[in-house]
């Protein structure tokens, strides 16, 4: 059995243009030739190396990340037409709501959802968690907080929320955070 901090010599032969390079990065970044080659190595066979010249540069020593931003943004599009889809869909499975009753609850819970200036001003409101029912409903806009202020159902209270935006003139709108539906009025 080999002892375990017995270490080999290797020998290789590298072009001298090679070799300065070696030398600079040794004393720019490493400190030796040992550390050098054995951390790249290392990164190598493990998988963690990267490229320098596979990242895009755009000039100035910044990374062009638009690529990532659109596939994000369609992304995000395909989300809100699924979100739209499953309104859609919780919309025409009202057989044991009528829509008396999702009128009336509508009312009431639009009168416990926020009323913002626009959609960014409902994402920046923060919950502390020491509201009280009624005034946690007109921060979140969620229909279980809405559900639990006007005493609820909170599956009635989520479609009637969606009849009041989508088939009436309300000016109910709803959005999407943090996969949570927010209902707000907007001023």
Do not use: C
Not at 47 to 52: I, N, S
Not at 129 to 135: F, V
Request: aromatic share 4%; proline share 2%.
């Amino acid at each position: 059995m080999g002892d375990r901090h017995q270490q080999e010599q290797i020998n290789i032969r590298i072009p001298e243009a090679t070799k300065q390079a070696w030398k600079e990065a040794k004393n720019e970044e490493y400190g030796s030739f040992k550390y050098l080659i054995t951390t790249s190595v290392g990164k190598e066979l493990s998988d963690r190396y990267v490229d320098q010249k596979s990242i895009p540069d755009n000039g100035n020593g910044e990374v062009d990340l638009s690529e990532v931003t659109e596939q994000l943004q369609s992304l995000n599009n395909s989300i809100n037409r699924m979100s739209s889809r499953i309104d859609n869909i919780e919309q025409t499975d009202v057989k044991e709501v009528d829509e008396k009753q999702l009128q009336s609850v509508g009312m009431q819970a639009q009168d416990s959802i926020p009323l913002v200036e626009s959609e960014e001003k409902l994402r920046e409101i923060e919950v502390t968690g020491l509201e009280s029912a009624e005034k946690i409903s007109k921060i979140t806009g969620r229909a279980d907080h809405i559900a639990e202020h006007i005493n609820q159902d909170v599956e009635v209270v989520r479609k009637a929320l969606i009849y009041i935006e989508t088939q009436t003139t309300a000016p109910v709108k709803s959005i999407l955070q943090d996969g949570n539906r927010r209902w707000y009025m907007q001023k």
